[in-house]
């Protein structure tokens, strides 16, 4: 069964470890994800963009496979399923179709309407008792080929946010979405620990997870992040051992072109990236 983030956040924020929410894409994904969880015994949260709902054929077509799967593979852990970066729109559609949780993303509007919109989308998932995540300060990254820098939230904004009723709160301090550039200036915590402190107890998300050093994840989870994003990362061990499958050339020999053969060691390599997530996340055993 799905749950809401919300206990499962809460618990990880008192025993100071986060829960990874490892982006799905298709059915190899999610299976990777959630058969990873369960050996690990950990809390799991799957998130979808507007775009990989999109992919999958809609919210409903999601809901209805990550739920098969949950029962199908006898997952016991708690398994979240959360919309990631959700339009107004999207959100709404979310909730309707059986998702667990959704992110209302409105940091691309002004602090005014970001306000008024998140709190209509906390009426509406209140109702149904789906979490809800708000975002302050837009978390940058690479579009059609140009880096942003991230922004860095104002705590003040993070605060007023935070007391609309929001479930849990991602406050851009310099992360960005994809690979980080030779120059980033790394996590700004002096920030993070400002927001922790007017914010507290809210869970925070560290948005951006791919190749953000160990230790920095470390300190961050210190100073009050209990959820954090990850997406290139697995896309990218993905497509590493699918490209040394082909090059070597097995899906040449025999039946090596079945895609249960040709998307295995993709299959294989996310759930080392999502076992390695959770150790240094710390949610292994949490469950
Ligand atoms: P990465 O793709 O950088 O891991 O970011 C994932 C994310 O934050 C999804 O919201």
Same mark, same amino acid.
């Given at each position: 069964?799905?749950? #809401?983030?919300?206990?499962?956040?809460?618990?990880?924020?008192?025993?100071?470890?986060?829960?990874?929410?490892?982006?799905?894409?298709?059915?190899?994904?999610? /299976?990777?994800?959630?058969?990873?969880?369960?050996?690990?015994?950990?809390?799991?949260?799957?998130?979808?963009?507007?775009?990989?709902?999109?992919?999958?054929?809609?919210?409903?077509?999601?809901?209805?496979?990550?739920?098969?799967?949950?029962?199908?593979?006898?997952?016991?852990?708690?398994?979240?399923?959360?919309?990631?970066?959700?339009?107004?729109?999207?959100?709404? /559609?979310?909730?309707?179709?059986?998702?667990?949780?959704?992110? !209302?993303?409105?940091?691309?509007?002004?602090?005014?309407?970001?306000?008024?919109?998140? /709190?209509?989308?906390?009426?509406?998932?209140?109702?149904?008792?789906?979490?809800?995540?708000?975002?302050?300060?837009?978390?940058?990254?690479?579009?059609?080929?140009?880096?942003?820098?991230?922004?860095v939230?104002?705590?003040?904004?993070?605060?007023?946010?935070?007391?609309?009723?929001?479930?849990?709160?991602?406050?851009?301090i310099? #992360?960005?979405?994809?690979?980080?550039?030779?120059?980033?200036?790394?996590?700004n !915590?002096d920030v993070l620990?400002e927001i922790?402190?007017?914010?507290?107890?809210?869970?925070?998300?560290?948005?951006?997870?791919?190749?953000?050093?160990?230790?920095?994840?470390?300190?961050?989870?210190?100073?009050?992040?209990?959820?954090?994003?990850?997406?290139?990362?697995?896309?990218?061990?993905?497509?590493?051992?699918?490209?040394?499958?082909?090059?070597?050339?097995?899906?040449?020999?025999?039946?090596?072109?079945?895609?249960?053969?040709?998307?295995?060691?993709?299959?294989?390599?996310?759930?080392?990236?999502?076992?390695?997530?959770?150790?240094?996340?710390?949610?292994?055993?949490?469950?």
């Amino acid at each position: 069964m799905l749950v #809401n983030a919300k206990e499962a956040l809460k618990k990880a924020k008192e025993g100071k470890y986060a829960i990874g929410q490892f982006n799905i894409n298709n059915l190899e994904w999610t /299976k990777a994800i959630l058969l990873t969880a369960e050996e690990c015994n950990s809390p799991v949260i799957l998130g979808v963009s507007e775009g990989a709902g999109k992919y999958m054929c809609g919210y409903k077509t999601v809901a209805a496979m990550v739920n098969g799967m949950v029962d199908e593979l006898n997952i016991t852990v708690p398994v979240i399923l959360h919309l990631d970066h959700g339009s107004y729109e999207g959100a709404k /559609k979310a909730i309707e179709a059986g998702f667990s949780s959704v992110m !209302f993303d409105g940091s691309h509007y002004g602090i005014e309407e970001n306000i008024e919109k998140t /709190k209509e989308i906390i009426a509406l998932a209140n109702a149904k008792g789906i979490s809800v995540e708000a975002e302050v300060g837009a978390i940058g990254g690479e579009e059609d080929g140009v880096v942003g820098s991230g922004e860095v939230a104002d705590p003040a904004e993070c605060k007023q946010i935070a007391d609309l009723g929001v479930d849990i709160l991602a406050a851009g301090i310099g #992360n960005i979405h994809g690979k980080y550039p030779e120059n980033w200036a790394g996590l700004n !915590f002096d920030v993070l620990a400002e927001i922790e402190k007017i914010t507290s107890p809210m869970p925070l998300v560290l948005h951006g997870g791919t190749g953000i050093p160990a230790d920095m994840i470390k300190k961050a989870i210190s100073l009050g992040v209990s959820k954090i994003n990850v997406n290139t990362e697995c896309q990218l061990s993905f497509a590493e051992a699918t490209r040394k499958y082909i090059e070597a050339g097995k899906d040449l020999e025999g039946k090596g072109f079945d895609p249960r053969k040709l998307l295995a060691p993709g299959f294989e390599a996310i759930k080392v990236t999502v076992k390695e997530k959770m150790e240094l996340f710390g949610s292994i055993n949490k469950a």
